[in-house]
């Protein structure tokens, strides 16, 4: 049954869109990232040490990282060999470190140490890609952005919501279909969905609080 979770559904109506985050939004009024921060710049950070890593696992290497290293030049002190050090645990650590060191760099030469609010100057940092860009853009400036991932690609497939072979299709649907008011919260209401309830291997459908407006024909209600 999981080998079909990307088969094209039937497009979810409009109306049942806004239905559809009504429902998700009464669960959970101020939906925000997992991952732990405590400004835009250690936002950027998780984010980007976050990519084919678990925010458990991200939260436990910056927990102790971020007490050393919460800014720009405190993190380009610190050096790659030690930044390593911190988030050896993490995959893909040995990239990721010389990512956050040049990144950075970056950020004290170009941006006057802070972290800038456009795509553009986003998606020029190391490591930074579309999908980083919108986090940070989204949880740190308010930019109702969504950003992405597997889980969301999944979601908006299964559900009919936003059908697309690739995140950016997914994403421009969803930016098309989703209701401008819902746009702020809907890339945590739906990882947060996709993570814990319409998962890959088997959604829990029986436990799904939108079932009932969803397209995905090989529904697992047991």
């Known amino acids: 049954?999981?080998?079909?979770?990307?088969?094209?559904?039937?497009?979810?109506?409009?109306?049942?869109?806004?239905?559809?985050?009504?429902?998700?939004?009464?669960?959970?009024?101020?939906?925000?990232?997992?991952?732990?921060?405590?400004?835009?710049?250690?936002?950027?950070?998780?984010v980007v040490l976050s990519a084919q890593a678990t925010d458990v696992s991200v939260n436990k290497a910056t927990k102790t990282l971020f007490k050393t290293a919460s800014a720009p030049e405190a993190m380009v002190t610190l050096g790659i060999p030690q930044i390593k050090q911190y988030i050896k645990k993490i995959g893909l650590y040995n990239t990721k470190a010389e990512n956050v060191y040049k990144l950075s760099q970056i950020l004290i030469d170009k941006h006057n140490s802070g972290v800038p609010e456009d795509r553009k100057s986003l998606e020029a940092l190391p490591g930074v890609g579309r999908k980083t860009a919108n986090v940070v853009m989204n949880e740190a400036f308010g930019v109702p952005t969504i950003a992405v991932d597997t889980h969301i690609?999944?979601?908006?497939?299964?559900?009919?919501?936003?059908?697309?072979?690739?995140?950016?299709?997914?994403?421009k649907e969803l930016l098309r279909r989703v209701p401008e008011k819902w746009k702020k919260g809907a890339h945590h209401w739906l990882i947060l969905h996709g993570r814990y309830?319409?998962?890959?291997?088997?959604?829990?459908?029986?436990?799904?609080?939108?079932s009932h407006l969803c397209r995905f024909k090989d529904k697992i209600l047991s």
């Open 153 to 171: 690609l999944r979601v908006g497939n299964r559900t009919g919501l936003a059908p697309g072979k690739t995140p950016d299709d997914v994403e």
């Open 197 to 210: 309830i319409c998962k890959a291997r088997k959604p829990e459908c029986g436990a799904c609080s939108i």
């Open 1 to 46: 049954m999981a080998s079909k979770a990307l088969s094209k559904p039937r497009k979810m109506p409009l109306a049942d869109i806004e239905y559809l985050f009504q429902i998700l939004s009464k669960a959970n009024p101020n939906p925000k990232t997992e991952l732990e921060f405590h400004s835009p710049y250690t936002l950027l950070v998780a």
